[in-house]
């Protein structure tokens, strides 16, 4: 079945209530015309009504004038005319021409059926009560002339009327939005890719609501991807300047051969390294790989990092503690935590003054661990601690010392999101502090 919010029940209930208002608006609208459409005119009653004062009078003279009345009255108003007393008699001296049915005599104010397809009789009093002018409804009275016309207007205008109203609540629930989406979709195919979904459409909570913020998610990364590779095409070109400038150098200096190919090798080693970062960090944004998660125990994985680290930099181990309790279990990948905690480390290590520490420290906080790496440097200013996140950022006044391409933070910043955590900077007072927020295994 839809969701509570799907756009299904709000189209079912478009649809439930316009069927219901038809069937309700045509039955009560079609009762109320043939209601008033049974009725007499005023003009028919006002003639009516002075038949029945001719004959009140002529009553008081007799049979004789009684039958001279009906013979004009029935070269006026073809159809049968009858004179009786309050018994059904007649009061002339002929019989009753419709005795069968004076028993079904309608008066002035009653609706006339249309069920019988002869015209009704009508009873109408005389001035003194004392009888009854019996005569057959004129076909030039007839109620129900414009009947048809009413019919039509209410089983074909109104429906029509109504479905018209229909489309138009449904355009508002469903066509405007996709309108709107469509203009999205034009403006990113134009390269816009500032353009997002009118707030109206992304705050609904229907399937076009999420399609919406589909879309608004889709431009955003786009942007953002494309942004990223512009930058990192920027920044790659100009890295790369360095080492070819000083390439060019060496081969304009004349230098002997091994000197020229140290200087080869090693400058072509800085730009595969940098290349290599670069297309892997562009990979990452692009792909967004969600690896398998598993345990992964935090202070083993320290152990071997702390080992490489100090077999490349020639640190003691002393100087890289963990205080970190060996149950410490996280969900998380493990190649990618620990490529994700070398950056981390290798960067500590870059920027630490001689004879400093780095450690891994942590503690729980709800069914998190909160991880942080701290070094002893100089540390980094609260307006940069963001920034140092960026491809390419190296704050060298703040944090002197190595030669990084300023791709590790950022590189170890999207791994560990991939496994669902996040990774940020604070000031440690002195040095910087390297904070991971990664869920808490529990067995």
Same mark, same amino acid.
């Given at each position: 079945?839809?969701? #509570?919010?799907?756009?299904?029940?709000?189209?079912?209930?478009?649809?439930? *209530? +316009?069927?219901?208002?038809?069937?309700?608006? @045509?039955? =009560?609208?079609? #009762?109320?015309?043939?209601?008033?459409?049974?009725? !007499?005119?005023?003009?028919?009653?006002?003639?009516?009504?002075?038949?029945?004062?001719?004959?009140?009078?002529?009553?008081?003279?007799?049979?004789?004038?009684?039958?001279?009345?009906? $013979?004009?009255?029935? /070269?006026?108003?073809?159809? *049968?005319?009858?004179?009786?007393?309050?018994?059904?008699?007649?009061?002339?001296?002929?019989?009753?021409?419709?005795?069968?049915?004076?028993?079904? !005599?309608?008066?002035?104010?009653?609706?006339?059926?249309?069920?019988?397809?002869?015209?009704?009789?009508? /009873?109408?009093?005389?001035?003194?009560?004392?009888?009854?002018?019996?005569?057959?409804?004129?076909?030039?009275?007839?109620?129900?002339?414009?009947?048809?016309?009413?019919? %039509?207007?209410?089983?074909?205008?109104?429906?029509?009327?109504?479905?018209?109203? +229909?489309?138009?609540?449904?355009? $508002?629930?469903?066509?405007?939005?996709?309108?709107?989406?469509?203009?999205?979709?034009?403006?990113?195919?134009?390269?816009?890719?500032? %353009? $997002?979904?009118?707030?109206?459409?992304?705050?609904? =909570?229907?399937?076009?609501?999420?399609?919406?913020?589909?879309?608004?998610?889709?431009?955003?990364?786009?942007?953002?991807?494309?942004?990223?590779?512009?930058?990192?095409?920027?920044?790659?070109?100009?890295?790369?300047?360095?080492?070819? =400038?000083? !390439?060019?150098?060496?081969?304009?200096?004349?230098?002997?051969?091994?000197?020229?190919?140290?200087?080869?090798?090693?400058?072509?080693?800085?730009?595969? %390294?940098?290349?290599?970062?670069?297309?892997?960090?562009?990979?990452?944004?692009?792909?967004?790989?969600?690896?398998?998660?598993?345990?992964? *125990?935090?202070?083993?994985?320290?152990?071997?990092?702390?080992?490489?680290?100090? +077999?490349? /930099?020639?640190?003691?181990?002393?100087?890289?503690?963990?205080?970190?309790?060996?149950?410490?279990?996280?969900?998380?990948?493990?190649?990618?935590? %620990?490529?994700?905690?070398?950056?981390?480390?290798?960067?500590? @290590? #870059?920027?630490?003054?001689?004879?400093?520490?780095?450690?891994?420290?942590?503690?729980?906080?709800?069914?998190?661990?909160?991880?942080?790496?701290?070094?002893?440097?100089?540390?980094?200013?609260?307006?940069? !601690?963001?920034?140092? +996140?960026?491809?390419?950022?190296?704050?060298?006044?703040?944090?002197?010392?190595?030669?990084?391409?300023?791709?590790?933070?950022?590189?170890?910043?999207?791994?560990?999101?991939?496994?669902?955590? #996040?990774?940020?900077?604070?000031?440690?007072?002195?040095?910087?502090?390297?904070?991971?927020?990664?869920?808490?295994?529990?067995?």
């Amino acid at each position: 079945m839809p969701g #509570r919010h799907s756009l299904f029940w709000r189209l079912a209930a478009l649809l439930v *209530a +316009f069927c219901l208002l038809v069937i309700f608006l @045509i039955g =009560s609208w079609g #009762r109320w015309i043939d209601q008033q459409t049974s009725y !007499l005119s005023d003009e028919a009653r006002q003639v009516l009504r002075g038949y029945a004062g001719e004959a009140a009078r002529v009553a008081r003279e007799g049979p004789e004038a009684v039958d001279a009345f009906l $013979r004009d009255l029935r /070269s006026r108003e073809p159809g *049968a005319v009858d004179l009786v007393d309050e018994n059904l008699q007649s009061l002339g001296s002929r019989p009753l021409i419709e005795s069968r049915r004076l028993t079904f !005599l309608r008066g002035l104010e009653w609706p006339m059926s249309r069920r019988n397809p002869d015209l009704p009789l009508l /009873s109408l009093p005389l001035a003194d009560e004392r009888g009854y002018l019996v005569i057959q409804l004129p076909e030039r009275f007839r109620p129900w002339r414009y009947r048809v016309l009413y019919k %039509a207007a209410v089983q074909y205008l109104i429906p029509a009327g109504l479905a018209l109203l +229909f489309c138009i609540g449904l355009y $508002r629930v469903l066509i405007a939005p996709l309108a709107r989406l469509r203009e999205l979709a034009n403006a990113l195919h134009a390269d816009n890719l500032e %353009a $997002r979904v009118d707030p109206a459409v992304a705050r609904r =909570s229907d399937e076009l609501g999420e399609l919406g913020r589909a879309f608004d998610h889709m431009a955003g990364r786009l942007e953002d991807s494309l942004g990223l590779q512009r930058q990192l095409l920027r920044d790659l070109s100009h890295e790369l300047r360095t080492p070819l =400038s000083r !390439l060019q150098v060496a081969g304009e200096a004349g230098l002997n051969g091994t000197e020229l190919e140290e200087r080869l090798l090693r400058e072509v080693g800085v730009m595969r %390294a940098l290349i290599d970062s670069t297309l892997e960090l562009a990979w990452m944004d692009t792909e967004r790989p969600q690896p398998p998660l598993e345990p992964v *125990a935090v202070a083993s994985l320290w152990e071997i990092l702390r080992e490489d680290a100090c +077999f490349e /930099s020639g640190w003691n181990p002393r100087r890289l503690p963990c205080r970190l309790p060996p149950d410490c279990l996280v969900w998380g990948h493990l190649n990618s935590l %620990a490529r994700a905690l070398e950056n981390i480390l290798r960067n500590a @290590i #870059r920027h630490s003054p001689e004879g400093g520490c780095v450690c891994l420290d942590g503690r729980i906080e709800d069914d998190h661990w909160l991880l942080w790496v701290e070094d002893q440097g100089p540390g980094v200013p609260e307006s940069d !601690l963001e920034r140092i +996140f960026q491809p390419f950022t190296r704050l060298n006044a703040a944090r002197p010392g190595g030669d990084g391409f300023g791709l590790g933070l950022a590189i170890a910043r999207r791994l560990v999101c991939q496994q669902g955590g #996040r990774l940020w900077a604070e000031y440690g007072r002195p040095g910087l502090r390297m904070v991971l927020r990664l869920k808490m295994y529990t067995s």
